[in-house]
Every structure is written in structure tokens, then in C-alpha cells.
């Protein structure tokens, strides 16, 4: 680790940067997990940027930075642009520690999260993303699921490692993603276009609880398809390899078949109607069995899943052709 030491000693050798919007009790939580890191023989900190602003996160912060005397503790408002990308460039360019961590306020990282992120860096990588663990009992909910995905996925800020000279060489997050979607692919893009390589810290770990959430929350995130629009114009081939190589095809048909019904229906072509709807609703109940695959059956969560699969398809074409346009491409 002592490639990391800054020439001043005054100087952390590694800062967290912790985005935060209104959830101090989640914030709580990891900060204390923070607190009790362990394996670090140099001074380091922690800088928490707030989004909201909330004054329960400020009071929060200020009294836990009261209380301990290492790592140094600081509160910081995001400036500028909102969002969890724009929080972070205010977190990380406010530090001069020459390797930044990155964690979300709503995860629990490992006692030796740091230090084993610091190790995984020894070899020279310019960044390196840690392992997310997400505790499920029984099967999943739909939510739940989409938690997991963090288990599978290469770089996310919920668990991530970079060396400061290689932010400021990408000029760090992209403000233009404003979702807590797609800003940790866009920098990991970024890092591997003018690095060339992006490592993994499988030893630096940090849990994720799933978050209770409202009913329906699946058609809210259909928004998030527009940033993918935003990261497909910017990496195109990186976009093609690791994210998504062909269109969602069961959307375009229950889209193309409800709008060819109503059509038919207006044209007073009442079978082709009834046929191209019922198309529709078939495309939505295979939609819907997907979801369920493996996952939940309780009748609730079953109800759910019917209900959001009829809309989820008109909200994700909507959303992509929105920010295909307005990021002049078309993406798969």
C-alpha cells in the first residue's frame, strides 16, 4: 500500500465518497461500518455529499465527525448539476487523497472493504471494482432481483476504487446522468478507453440489503432506458459488448401490436382488432412469466407482476425513443 502514500503527510491516502438524497438512516448504517475499518496504518477519510440538502443528514454527519478522531469525517453539499454522478465529482474533487473508494449510503461494506481495495490496486490498475453481496431469503421479488444484478455486475460506485489522477484524466462522472443509472458504466467505459484496463477487487466487499420499496417501483425505472440511450452515444462497441447487443424485441411486438389494434379498431376492422390485441396481451403474460421465473409467487407480488408487465412495455419504448432522440442514436 505504500504506493499510495502522498508525499504529504497530511494528505489521506484514500478518501470514501459517499453520494447521499434524504435516507439519513441508511447513512447511519454504513457510516458506522466505515467507522470500524480495520488493516489501514494511514490516515484516510470520509466525505459524505449531500443532494438533498437534508438537515437530518448534515446533523448526522457533524455528530459522528464529533465523536471520532480517525478517519476525518467531513459533510459536503453536491454543487452544480443533481444527481448521484454530480454528488461524486463534488466528493472526490474535494479530497486530495490519490486513490478515492466510492460505496452508496444504503450498503454495509466489510471491515477490510478498504484495505482490500487498496491491495487490489497494488499492481498498477488505474481502478478496480469490488464484489457486492446481496442478501435474499427465498426467492426474490422483482426488486429484489434487479438488487442482485449488482452481484453480477463488473464496476458500480456501490463498491469501487479509483486513483485519483485517472478521474481527473476523464474529467470524472458525466453530470448528464442524473439516475443512479448507467454513470458507473459510463466511467468504467471511459477508464478503459484511455487506460485500458479496469481490475476487480474480489476480496473488498461491501453488503447490500434489499430496500423495502413502493408498490410498482419497476414502471418508475422504465426512466432509467433513457440513460442507456446517453451510454450507447458515448461507447457505442463497449455498449454492444457488455450491456445489451439487441433491441428488446417482446416490447416492439406488444407495442407495435396494441397500436396496430387500435388502428384496426378505428378503421372499423373489428377481427384484426380483437387479433392484433390479443397479441398484445399474450406478449404481456409471456412478459409477466418471465418476471416470475424463479422468483416470488406470493399472490401479491404475483398481482404485481401482471399488472406492471402490461405497462412496463409502453414506458420502456417511450423512454427509449425520448432519449434517442434527444441524444440523436439508435441503440439496441
Not at 47 to 72: F, I, N, S
Not at 105 to 120: I, K, N
Not at 170 to 188: C, I, K, M, N, Y
Request: aromatic share 8%; proline share 6%.
Amino acid at each position: 500500500m505504500k504506493r499510495f502514500a502522498a508525499a504529504d503527510p497530511t494528505v489521506p491516502a484514500i478518501a470514501v465518497v459517499i453520494a447521499t438524497c434524504r435516507r439519513p438512516a441508511l447513512l447511519r448504517r454504513c457510516l458506522q461500518a466505515l467507522l470500524a475499518q480495520q488493516g489501514l496504518a494511514r490516515d484516510w477519510e470520509i466525505v459524505v455529499v449531500d443532494d438533498g440538502p437534508c438537515a437530518d443528514t448534515e446533523a448526522l454527519v457533524q455528530a459522528l465527525a464529533a465523536t471520532c478522531k480517525r478517519p476525518r469525517l467531513r459533510y459536503a453539499r453536491a454543487q452544480g448539476t443533481r444527481g448521484p454522478a454530480g454528488a461524486r465529482n463534488t466528493g472526490w474533487r474535494s479530497t486530495r487523497a490519490p486513490v478515492v473508494a466510492f460505496t452508496d449510503d444504503d450498503t454495509v461494506p466489510a471491515p477490510d472493504w478498504l484495505a482490500e481495495g487498496l491491495r487490489a490496486l497494488d499492481d498498477g490498475l488505474v481502478a478496480a471494482g469490488g464484489r457486492v453481496v446481496v442478501p435474499v431469503d427465498g426467492p426474490p421479488t422483482d426488486h429484489a432481483r434487479m438488487t442482485q444484478g449488482l452481484e453480477r455486475a463488473e464496476f458500480v460506485t456501490a463498491n469501487a476504487f479509483v486513483r485519483r489522477s485517472a478521474l481527473l484524466g476523464v474529467g470524472g462522472f458525466d453530470t448528464r446522468f442524473t439516475r443512479a443509472w448507467r454513470e458507473d458504466s459510463d466511467l468504467q467505459f471511459a477508464l478503459l478507453e484511455r487506460y485500458g484496463g479496469v481490475g476487480r477487487a474480489e476480496r473488498a466487499v461491501v453488503v447490500h440489503p434489499v430496500r423495502p420499496v413502493r408498490w410498482g417501483i419497476s414502471m418508475a425505472q422504465q426512466a432509467n432506458v433513457y440513460f442507456d440511450a446517453l451510454l450507447f452515444a458515448k461507447h457505442p462497441d463497449l455498449y454492444r459488448s457488455r450491456i445489451r447487443r439487441h433491441p428488446p424485441w417482446l416490447y416492439g411486438l406488444i407495442v407495435a401490436s396494441a397500436l396496430g389494434a387500435a388502428g384496426a379498431a378505428l378503421a372499423g376492422q373489428g377481427p384484426l382488432a380483437g387479433a392484433l390485441a390479443a397479441l398484445a396481451l399474450a406478449g404481456c403474460l409471456v412478459f409477466a412469466l418471465r418476471r416470475l421465473r424463479g422468483a416470488s409467487h406470493a399472490p401479491a407480488h404475483v398481482a404485481e407482476m401482471l399488472v406492471t408487465s402490461l405497462a412496463i412495455p409502453f414506458l420502456a419504448c417511450y423512454w427509449r425513443l425520448r432519449g434517442a432522440w434527444r441524444f440523436r442514436t439508435l441503440f439496441p
